[in-house]
């Protein structure tokens, strides 16, 4: 897995001809990665520089961070040192205001497919299918159903899928 970590670019040096800027982790504080950009554009060969720009990023998952906020960029930072870009980009696809909150709450774990979360789920629930009931149930009929309304899934980077409850 990669840290999330983003290429900040000083504008003035940019609009000078000149490429400056650095990579700088995103799983701080906003407050923290807020200086580091500071440190970045007093560094720059460039006299007065105080604009920037996220030109790159990486370890994000699927999310584009290029236009976001550095509070917006340091809390995915820290969630996906947390809990895994996977995660993070699933939630941040399907998830609502608070991205924690969603993984909190809606998130039901990792599976090798649909069909695993289907046939989990109902041995969880207690349904009781003796060993010789379970070989003759489509599960993927039965997860089809259970994705129709109730759950939704993400890929995982490490093969398989993330299940996330409908909230």
């Known amino acids: 897995m990669t840290d999330p970590k983003v290429y ?7 609009n000078a001809g000149r490429l400056f800027g650095e990579w700088i982790p995103a799983d701080q504080g906003e407050d923290e990665l807020g200086d580091r950009v500071q440190g970045m554009l007093a560094r720059s060969p460039e006299p007065n520089a105080e604009e920037f720009r996220i030109d790159d990023h990486e370890g994000f998952g699927g999310i584009n961070v290029g236009g976001e906020s ?3 960029v340091a809390r995915l930072g820290e969630l996906i040192v947390e809990h895994g870009a996977d995660i993070v980009s699933g939630a941040f696809d399907y998830g609502s205001d ?6 909190e709450e809606a998130y039901t774990g990792h599976y090798e497919s649909e069909e695993d979360y289907a046939q989990s789920y109902f041995e969880e629930v207690g349904t009781d299918l003796d060993s010789f009931l379970a070989y003759y149930i489509d599960w993927e009929r039965v997860a089809r ?4 309304d109730d ?3 993400t890929p995982s980077d490490s093969g398989g899928v993330h299940v996330w409850r409908r909230i």
């Open 145 to 148: 159903d259970l994705f129709i």
């Open 70 to 72: 550095l509070d917006v």
């Open 8 to 14: 900040v670019a000083c504008l003035a040096s940019y």
């Open 151 to 153: 759950v939704h899934s």
């Open 98 to 103: 608070s991205i924690a909150n969603y993984i």
